[in-house]
């Protein structure tokens, strides 16, 4: 998911409390060579953030972007809305630690952080780790499997 060569994509989507941390990480985004996509909020004007996050959500599901990034005050709400679309594995990552293992242990496809909660430099850092770091697979793979047959079931029980 690295950087300046291929044409990589970033979906991107905020409340109102992600607004200024969304803005500024766009910025550095597109200065390492990303491609962004800004799903909003476009102020810092109260809104809600379900849809936004759904949003970005749907974008990386649907292969519109190679990885998500949502945003708001804690990050908390925003995990969970983009978690509720299929294919998606939003993490909440505050530290750098949660950041590598999310994508390295999870195969995490969306960050999900708290614009209240980290600094602007943190929240850097944290984007970083997580686009630089790899899945590893192996007995992670396996686990991944298995978070995804649970989607499968859950899909079908509402089906029926």
């Known amino acids: 998911m690295t950087s300046r060569s291929g044409a990589k994509r970033i979906a991107i989507g905020s409340d109102h409390a992600g607004f200024d941390l969304k803005t500024r990480l766009i910025g550095v985004l597109e200065g390492l060579g990303y491609h962004v996509e800004d799903y909003g909020t476009h102020s810092p004007e109260a809104t809600d953030y379900p849809h936004i996050c759904a949003s970005v959500a749907r974008a990386v599901r649907d292969a519109k972007a190679n990885v998500g990034i949502v945003l708001g005050g804690s990050g908390q709400g925003e ?81 029926s």
């Not at 990552?93 to 994508?103: G, I, K, P, S, T």
């Open 79 to 159: 995990q969970i809305a983009a978690n509720k679309v299929r294919g998606v594995r939003a993490a909440l990552c505050n530290d750098l630690w949660l950041a590598e293992m999310a994508r390295s242990h999870n195969d995490a496809n969306v960050l999900s952080m708290g614009g209240r909660v980290v600094s602007n430099d943190l929240a850097e850092q944290i984007v970083k780790k997580f686009l630089e770091t790899p899945f590893e697979g192996g007995r992670h793979a396996r686990r991944v499997g298995q978070l995804k047959e649970i989607e499968v079931e859950e899909a079908a029980r509402r089906e």
